[in-house]
């Protein structure tokens, strides 16, 4: 209870397959953090006025189109569904940020945008990135790597 606490409070998560509830159209997926804890909606509130001003806010950043926002996520295309799943990640200035494999669903120019979005967010908000990614050309954007070597333990 208390693990779920810490990393709702304090994490951003953005997984591979994005956990993203189906039964939710994309306001109230995003929003999701701001809802489950109060620490996040005040900093969302804070820094941009209201969770609802700041979740279109990097919506609109990450070119996730306005007519979308009250449809339900499964009848997004993957990368929408991936994109939505970086804005709820987001939401509420976490003080660590996880994406595993963030961009796997985004073009070559939106995989660069988001992880420029990313690191500029986590920037501003003061959080850390750990990032895990089969594209080592996104390796350049962070200030330190790790390769993982097939057949060895760290």
Avoid at 39 to 53: E, I, V
Avoid at 73 to 96: C, D, E, F, K, N
Avoid at 100 to 110: I, M, Q, R, V
């Amino acid at each position: 209870m208390e693990r779920d606490r810490l990393r709702g409070e304090h994490m951003g998560v953005v997984f591979q397959q994005f956990n993203l509830l189906p039964y939710l159209d994309v306001e109230a997926n995003t929003l999701l953090p701001t809802r489950l804890f109060a620490s996040r909606a005040m900093a969302s509130a804070q820094q941009w006025g209201s969770p609802l001003k700041q979740a279109k806010s990097l919506a609109s950043a990450l070119h996730l189109a306005e007519h979308l926002w009250h449809q339900p996520v499964h009848q997004l295309s993957v990368g929408q569904q991936q994109r939505v799943a970086a804005v709820r990640a987001l939401m509420g200035a976490p003080r660590l940020l996880i994406a595993d494999e963030p961009t796997s669903a985004l073009d070559d120019d939106n995989q660069l945008e988001f992880i420029e979005l990313l690191l500029t967010t986590a920037q501003q908000q003061q959080a850390s990135v750990v990032m895990v990614s089969h594209n080592a050309r996104l390796a350049s954007r962070f200030h330190q790597v790790y390769k993982m070597q097939p057949g060895r333990s760290a």
